[in-house]
């Protein structure tokens, strides 16, 4: 493997002018500006706007980088222009072998060419000659499957075959850097799994560099080890993909559940009865034992921090947490009668009581918390909180294997494996 990158980005910057540009006026439109505004000499007022703001990066040959990010945060532009689609207004770039881009849909077909033209078409942009086209047009066909629809315009293809198509011809046309943008949302989710494990063997395999862009978080660390996050068009962080996802969900704090992204303050929560105590003060989620959050990876370990106060006058007291959901109130239950609390020697006022669940095993969606403190003796109801937490859960490639769990896989992710021996035949 060459020790040259394949993608080198030097301060690289785009400005777009926000304003009147590429619009024209008439003549009585200009001059009555100018009648209105003599001093600016009638030009219109334009602000730019910088979509990408001094980033530098390398990519090595046979390396799969992500890039991720909020709308709007330049990763369509910079894929653009990599691939030479629009020119940089400060620094350069320089790539190490012919590009294979995947943008939008069907970027570079001709509507009025057929789908097979369109094939001998990129594969002569991308260089290749008409021998090595028709050496790989089988492979290209069988993945697409759209061999029906070979010799229809693609202007009639819905965007579903369109996406099918390019991705098949820039996929096996072998270049030898491959840029992708979030197009591969368009297909079913079957063709999603296939492209993403055609780009792992492109990679693995074949040794070719890979540039994904998607808002996907699951297909990003199915398929690249590291990742760029970019925030207002300026690299934040590069590095392991998992490290990235956390700062970009960082990003995304909810509003209106207490000081902090994940901190709940109970003090002032409703109570259902009159006569209860108020021992629960504060609850903080903490996903992996991090930062605050309430956004929670399906897998990942969450600790739940419980702030009570006067506890230490109820020693035997059970303590209950409750997670429920919007169709279901108990999903399940722990509580301190199912184990007992490891307590400290010394008991005082304030205390915090923390919950460790080793694997989120919750399924992507949103669920709740609710708090419960009894006697001992299970007759009397010493405080109660409903909904004192709320928090997502989002999905995750806990498989490593591309699969994304949703809502029609159930509510929980069980544990399990596969095997197959050899039947026990009788006699």
Same mark, same amino acid.
């Given at each position: 493997? &060459?020790?040259?990158?394949?993608?080198?980005?030097? *301060? +690289?910057?785009?400005?777009?002018?926000? %304003?009147?540009?590429?619009?024209?006026?008439?003549?009585?439109?200009?001059?009555?500006?100018? +009648?209105?505004?003599?001093?600016?000499?009638?030009?219109?007022?334009?602000?730019?706007?910088?979509?990408?703001?001094? /980033?530098?990066?390398?990519?090595?040959?046979?390396?799969?980088?992500?890039? =991720?990010?909020?709308?709007?945060?330049?990763?369509?532009?910079?894929?653009? /222009?990599?691939?030479? $689609?629009?020119?940089?207004?400060?620094?350069?770039?320089?790539?190490? %072998?012919?590009?294979?881009?995947?943008?939008?849909?069907?970027?570079?077909?001709?509507?009025?060419?057929?789908?097979?033209? *369109?094939?001998?078409? *990129?594969?002569?942009?991308?260089?290749?000659?008409?021998?090595?086209?028709?050496?790989?047009?089988?492979?290209?066909?069988?993945?697409?499957?759209?061999?029906?629809?070979?010799?229809?315009?693609?202007?009639?293809?819905?965007?579903?075959?369109?996406?099918?198509?390019?991705?098949?011809?820039?996929?096996?046309?072998?270049?030898? /850097?491959?840029? /992708?943008?979030?197009?591969?949302?368009?297909?079913?989710?079957?063709?999603? &799994?296939?492209?993403?494990?055609?780009?792992?063997?492109?990679?693995?395999?074949?040794?070719?560099?890979? +540039?994904?862009?998607?808002?996907? +978080?699951?297909?990003?660390?199915?398929?690249?080890?590291?990742?760029?996050?970019? =925030?207002?068009?300026?690299?934040?962080?590069?590095?392991?993909?998992?490290?990235?996802?956390?700062?970009?969900?960082?990003?995304?704090?909810?509003?209106?559940?207490?000081?902090? *992204?994940?901190?709940?303050?109970?003090?002032?929560?409703?109570?259902?009865?009159?006569?209860?105590?108020?021992?629960?003060?504060?609850?903080?989620?903490?996903?992996?034992?991090?930062?605050?959050?309430?956004?929670?990876?399906?897998?990942?370990?969450?600790? $739940? %921090?419980?702030?009570?106060?006067?506890?230490?006058? &109820?020693?035997?007291?059970?303590?209950?947490?409750?997670?429920?959901?919007?169709?279901?109130?108990?999903?399940?239950?722990?509580?301190?009668?199912?184990?007992?609390?490891? &307590?400290?020697?010394?008991?005082?006022?304030?205390?915090? $009581?923390?919950?460790?669940?080793?694997?989120?095993?919750?399924?992507?969606?949103?669920?709740? =918390?609710?708090?419960?403190?009894?006697?001992?003796?299970?007759?009397?109801?010493?405080?109660?909180?409903?909904?004192?937490?709320?928090?997502?859960?989002?999905?995750?490639?806990?498989?490593?294997? %591309?699969?994304?769990?949703?809502?029609?896989?159930?509510?929980?992710?069980?544990?399990?494996?596969?095997?197959?021996?050899?039947?026990?035949?009788?006699?």
């Amino acid at each position: 493997m &060459s020790s040259e990158p394949a993608i080198s980005v030097h *301060n +690289l910057s785009k400005v777009f002018k926000l %304003g009147l540009s590429g619009r024209r006026e008439s003549l009585v439109r200009i001059l009555e500006r100018r +009648l209105r505004h003599p001093i600016r000499g009638g030009a219109e007022q334009r602000v730019e706007f910088r979509a990408l703001d001094d /980033i530098s990066f390398d990519v090595a040959p046979g390396e799969v980088v992500g890039v =991720i990010g909020k709308n709007g945060a330049g990763k369509s532009t910079l894929l653009k /222009i990599l691939s030479r $689609i629009t020119p940089p207004s400060a620094g350069y770039v320089e790539m190490a %072998g012919h590009v294979g881009s995947l943008l939008e849909v069907g970027t570079g077909f001709h509507p009025e060419l057929t789908g097979i033209e *369109n094939v001998y078409l *990129n594969g002569t942009i991308l260089g290749m000659s008409k021998q090595a086209i028709n050496s790989r047009l089988d492979e290209i066909i069988a993945f697409a499957e759209v061999d029906k629809f070979l010799e229809t315009p693609v202007k009639r293809y819905s965007s579903g075959m369109r996406v099918r198509l390019a991705f098949a011809v820039a996929a096996h046309l072998e270049p030898e /850097i491959l840029i /992708i943008d979030e197009v591969l949302s368009v297909g079913d989710a079957g063709f999603q &799994s296939k492209c993403l494990d055609k780009m792992q063997s492109v990679a693995s395999e074949d040794g070719r560099t890979v +540039l994904y862009v998607s808002h996907n +978080l699951v297909s990003v660390e199915y398929l690249c080890p590291r990742s760029m996050l970019l =925030i207002d068009g300026r690299v934040d962080f590069d590095g392991p993909t998992a490290e990235t996802v956390v700062r970009h969900l960082a990003t995304f704090p909810q509003a209106g559940r207490g000081s902090a *992204n994940g901190v709940f303050d109970l003090s002032v929560a409703e109570r259902s009865g009159t006569s209860l105590d108020t021992v629960f003060q504060r609850l903080e989620l903490k996903p992996s034992a991090g930062a605050t959050s309430e956004t929670v990876r399906i897998g990942e370990p969450l600790q $739940i %921090g419980i702030e009570v106060d006067g506890l230490d006058q &109820s020693p035997g007291a059970v303590v209950e947490v409750t997670f429920g959901s919007a169709t279901s109130q108990c999903l399940f239950r722990v509580s301190t009668h199912m184990k007992r609390l490891a &307590s400290a020697q010394d008991r005082c006022s304030r205390e915090t $009581i923390l919950l460790t669940l080793p694997s989120m095993p919750l399924t992507p969606g949103e669920y709740h =918390i609710d708090l419960m403190i009894k006697d001992s003796d299970q007759r009397g109801m010493i405080d109660l909180v409903h909904h004192a937490a709320e928090f997502q859960v989002i999905p995750v490639d806990v498989l490593r294997t %591309g699969f994304v769990y949703s809502a029609h896989d159930g509510q929980f992710m069980v544990p399990f494996d596969w095997e197959i021996r050899p039947a026990q035949t009788a006699g």
